[in-house]
């Protein structure tokens, strides 16, 4: 229950498409901003999604997963000495990639227990040195979403700023209880500002087989591509013809939200009645839980004693902050089987 994948498969259809050209011999590079065919179907699925239009020549790259694709666009926007807003907890895979370019990464935690941004807070930390602000919605492991209020409170502060954007929606599809996933591509202001990643392995049950892609205006994206042709080239070939073909079933991700809803439901309900506090997740298929009511251990050290004592894993939330920020609260991933979830709740009463 730790780690973000799924226990079950993907699509058959899926992979036999990638059989179908690995035997049609697809197997040398694809082009450095990837399959023509895949940066037309991102194309026409965003537009339809999103009313948003991105050229497939200029404005669409396929990446070796997500975090490759935030990698190269920290890359790509911040110079040492650029102050970066991170907004904590925070995957953990930016601030390495921030001072790895000679960036100063400036914290903002989201309000506790809801996870929210509070706008007033990250304001006050910028500066005339603020280069690019960071977020993720549905967020991992904040699992809450950006609302209206907060796309008007964003829209000011980036115009106000002259700030750039890295928009981090791998879990776009990944929403619960009605709500719209508000990318940054829906909004004219904030889409000519920012680089939106997004994940195939999310979507379609195939996170080991590390597929993504960025979205971003054209002048954005060409200084995307200076860095991805030199840290990756191209990815992974007749995957991505697989994909661009998989894409037709719309379907696969339009269901997505309700497929994971149901999950989400089903381990809320398992587990009602343990001593576990259930918090709010609105999006991706992470569900926190906190577990005051069972001991003062930190949560690095409960989750180690349900491991080995209990047989579970989970991720403390502590590991998110930059000063491990401790408020008692496990991440356990919800995308497995019902068995899986089931067993889960069974030790999870037990605690």
């Given at each position: 229950?730790?780690?973000?994948f799924?226990?079950?498969?993907?699509?058959?259809?899926?992979?036999?498409?990638?059989?179908?050209?690995i035997?049609?011999?697809?197997?040398?590079?694809?082009p450095?901003?990837?399959?023509?065919?895949?940066?037309?179907?991102?194309?026409?699925?965003t537009?339809?999604?999103?009313?948003?239009?991105?050229?497939?020549?200029?404005?669409?790259?396929i990446?070796?997963?997500?975090?490759q694709?935030i990698?190269?666009?920290?890359?790509?926007?911040?110079?040492?000495?650029?102050?970066?807003?991170?907004?904590?907890?925070?995957?953990?895979?930016?601030?390495?990639?921030?001072?790895?370019?000679?960036?100063?990464?400036?914290?903002?935690?989201?309000?506790?227990?809801?996870?929210t941004?509070?706008?007033?807070?990250?304001?006050?930390?910028?500066?005339?040195?603020?280069?690019?602000?960071?977020?993720?919605?549905?967020?991992?492991?904040?699992t809450s979403?950006?609302?209206?209020?907060?796309?008007?409170?964003?829209?000011?502060i980036?115009?106000?700023?002259?700030?750039f954007?890295?928009?981090?929606?791998?879990?776009?599809?990944?929403?619960?209880?009605?709500?719209?996933?508000?990318?940054?591509?829906?909004?004219p202001?904030?889409?000519?500002?920012?680089?939106?990643?997004?994940?195939?392995?999310?979507?379609?049950?195939?996170?080991?087989?590390?597929l993504?892609?960025?979205?971003?205006?054209?002048?954005l994206?060409?200084?995307?591509?200076?860095?991805?042709?030199?840290?990756?080239?191209?990815?992974?070939?007749?995957?991505?013809?697989a994909?661009?073909?998989?894409?037709?079933?719309e379907?696969?991700?339009?269901?997505?939200?309700?497929?994971?809803?149901?999950?989400?439901?089903?381990?809320?309900?398992?587990?009602?009645?343990?001593?576990?506090?259930?918090?709010?997740?609105?999006?991706?298929?992470?569900?926190?839980?906190?577990?005051?009511?069972?001991?003062?251990?930190?949560?690095?050290?409960?989750?180690?004693?349900?491991?080995?004592e209990?047989?579970?894993?989970?991720?403390?939330?502590s590991?998110?902050?930059?000063?491990q920020?401790?408020?008692?609260?496990?991440?356990?991933?919800?995308?497995?089987?019902?068995?899986?979830?089931?067993?889960?709740?069974?030790i999870?009463?037990?605690?």
């Open positions: 229950m730790a780690q973000g799924p226990d079950f498969t993907c699509h058959p259809e899926l992979k036999n498409l990638v059989s179908h050209y035997n049609k011999d697809f197997n040398q590079y694809a450095m901003p990837g399959a023509m065919k895949l940066r037309e179907a991102i194309a026409k699925k537009e339809k999604l999103y009313a948003a239009k991105y050229h497939p020549e200029t404005e669409i790259t990446t070796a997963g997500a975090t694709a990698f190269t666009a920290i890359t790509a926007l911040v110079k040492r000495g650029d102050e970066v807003i991170v907004i904590e907890p925070a995957y953990d895979c930016y601030v390495p990639a921030i001072e790895l370019n000679g960036g100063i990464p400036v914290y903002v935690q989201l309000s506790y227990p809801s996870y941004i509070p706008w007033d807070e990250l304001e006050k930390l910028i500066t005339s040195k603020t280069r690019l602000i960071i977020l993720n919605t549905p967020g991992n492991p904040g979403i950006l609302v209206e209020t907060d796309i008007a409170k964003l829209q000011a980036a115009e106000k700023y002259s700030l954007i890295l928009s981090d929606e791998v879990y776009e599809h990944i929403i619960f209880d009605d709500f719209s996933h508000l990318s940054m591509a829906r909004f202001l904030l889409r000519e500002r920012s680089i939106i990643v997004s994940s195939f392995g999310k979507t379609y049950h195939t996170t080991g087989w590390k993504g892609y960025c979205l971003a205006p054209h002048y994206m060409t200084e995307f591509r200076k860095v991805h042709q030199f840290n990756v080239f191209a990815v992974n070939h007749p995957m991505q013809l994909l661009a073909e998989f894409m037709e079933h379907d696969q991700y339009l269901s997505l939200g309700k497929f994971y809803e149901e999950k989400r439901n089903l381990f809320i309900k398992l587990i009602k009645g343990s001593r576990f506090t259930i918090l709010p997740s609105a999006g991706s298929y992470f569900q926190l839980l906190g577990y005051s009511a069972i001991t003062d251990d930190s949560d690095k050290l409960f989750s180690k004693k349900l491991t080995i209990n047989k579970i894993a989970s991720i403390p939330i590991v998110f902050y930059h000063d920020t401790d408020h008692h609260v496990l991440r356990f991933c919800f995308a497995k089987s019902p068995e899986t979830l089931e067993k889960a709740a069974s999870l009463h037990r605690v």
